[in-house]
């Protein structure tokens, strides 16, 4: 027996959908390539390279545990301790420079 279709009080019983489910379409899905396209336009823009490195497991963790008492990423902390490195052995540098001279 079907629901008369004038009968606005009457629950339908399969539950009738309204629509798709799942997430509404917005337009701006993406393929993954124009999504990686498009984050490695963003990483050149703010001036970032991947730089893939081996080291041990201990060396791994001090990284991991710098970095969050820092506040900060991985990449930040060992950008921070590089520069820091180069501008000791740049001052090392200038002084034997002097010697010499």
């Known amino acids: ?23 509404p379409v917005t337009g701006k899905a993406m393929t993954d390539a124009a999504r990686q396209k498009a984050y490695r336009a963003r990483r050149k823009t703010a001036g970032l390279v991947d730089v893939h ?9 001090m990284l991991g545990y710098l970095a969050r008492y820092a506040g900060k990423t991985q990449g930040e902390v060992l950008s921070d301790i590089l520069e ?3 501008q000791e052995y740049r001052v090392r540098y200038e002084k034997k420079k002097e010697e010499l001279t």
């Open 53 to 61: 490195i081996a080291t041990s497991d201990m060396t791994a963790k």
């Open 1 to 23: 027996m079907a629901k008369d279709i004038n009968d606005k009080s009457s629950k339908d019983l399969f539950g009738a959908r309204q629509g798709a489910p799942g997430r």
């Open 84 to 86: 820091d490195v180069f």
